[in-house]
């Protein structure tokens, strides 16, 4: 991942986390999403990145919130603020460190160049509503 051509993250075979934050997201969803997306058992042979001890590049993407239902212009509003959103990325990215996680990350509210190749492809989305 690139922010204005330097390299600001970067790992091998692992996983790609692009996290939204809404506003009702709290540190103990950070911390439960954490556990979650380390302990997901999506990698050939019933593994996770625990168990594989597989990196983690962990992108805030406030967009996953766009709303596209009416019209052709995305509402954001269900996207918590930058001021609310950065402390819990933060967060999040710091529950799986204290995990033993490798963790890389972009650069918060940065035009980031990201770039995956999806092995599989396996693309999971897990909301901490349900």
């Known amino acids: 991942m690139t922010v204005d051509g330097e390299v600001v993250g970067s790992i091998g075979k692992g996983l790609l986390v692009l996290v939204g934050v809404t506003h009702t997201d ?5 911390e439960t999403m954490a556990r979650k997306v380390h302990e997901l058992r999506i990698f050939d042979g019933d593994e996770s ?9 962990v992108v ?4 996953l919130y766009g709303d596209a239902r009416r019209g052709r212009r995305p ?16 967060a999040f990215v710091a529950a799986l460190r204290q995990r033993g996680a490798h963790v890389e990350t972009g650069r918060f509210r940065a ?14 989305l897990l909301d901490s509503a349900g």
């Open 111 to 124: 035009r980031m160049v990201v770039e995956s190749a999806n092995d599989g492809p396996r693309t999971i």
């Open 75 to 90: 509402s954001w509003s269900a996207a918590a603020p930058a001021e609310v959103a950065q402390p819990l990325v933060e």
């Open 60 to 63: 805030s993407q406030f967009t």
């Open 49 to 57: 990145a625990a168990t594989l001890g597989a990196p983690l590049l």
């Open 26 to 30: 709290t540190p103990a969803v950070a």
